[in-house]
């Protein structure tokens, strides 16, 4: 089967200049006789060359990394949660800044049940008063009690992390 240039340009045109462009950037990257000036420079060639829905869609999938280095850098120095706020809200806006807040205090909520859980986990194992089948039935009923099937599953990897580092 053979395409007419018009059919082929239709259906890989986007795709070509997708893959032209992620190779100029790189061969640029991978050149480690240009300085980060010289690099920086060649990048804003490519990017000025290149389709404009590409550039973009590159740099929308760089900003969750952005953000996050830029996240860590605040929370190293010290800032408040009010400084991250307006960091993500200038970065991504504010519904996406709100969510990113509820993200994280859902995960700092995880990270208190895992933690409480490993501490009493590792008060029953501590205990040599019960026998190991005592020992696995308790930690079996602080898994059920506190956490679903799905957590559960999770709790696996957080146990043996724990374990590892006794």
């Known amino acids: 089967l053979h395409l007419s240039p018009e059919?082929?340009?239709?259906?890989?045109a986007d795709e070509e200049a997708y893959d032209s462009y992620s190779l100029a950037r790189m061969e640029v990257s991978a050149?480690?006789?240009?300085?980060?000036?010289?690099?920086?420079?060649?990048f804003?060639?490519?990017?000025?060359?290149?389709p404009q829905g590409i550039v973009e869609s590159r740099r929308e999938s760089q900003i969750t990394d952005i953000l996050k280095e830029k996240t860590q850098a605040l929370k190293t120095s010290g800032a408040s949660q009010e400084d991250i706020k307006a960091l993500r809200s200038d970065m991504?806006?504010?519904?996406?800044?709100e969510r990113f807040e509820v993200l994280d205090q859902e995960r700092a909520d995880w990270a208190k049940r895992i933690d409480d859980y490993l501490q009493k986990r590792q008060t029953i194992l501590s205990n040599d008063g019960l026998s190991e089948v005592s020992?696995?039935?308790?930690?079996?009923m602080l898994r059920q009690n506190g956490f679903d099937s799905r957590e559960q599953i999770r709790l696996g990897v957080y146990e043996r992390k724990a374990d590892a580092v006794k």
Do not use: H, M
Request: aromatic share 8%; proline share 0%; hydrophobic share 30%.
């Open 135 to 140: 020992k696995q039935e308790q930690i079996q």
């Open 44 to 50: 804003s060639e490519i990017d000025a060359q290149a």
């Open 31 to 42: 050149n480690q006789s240009l300085t980060e000036e010289e690099k920086r420079a060649r």
């Open 92 to 97: 991504l806006g504010e519904e996406a800044a």
């Open 7 to 12: 059919v082929y340009e239709a259906f890989y």
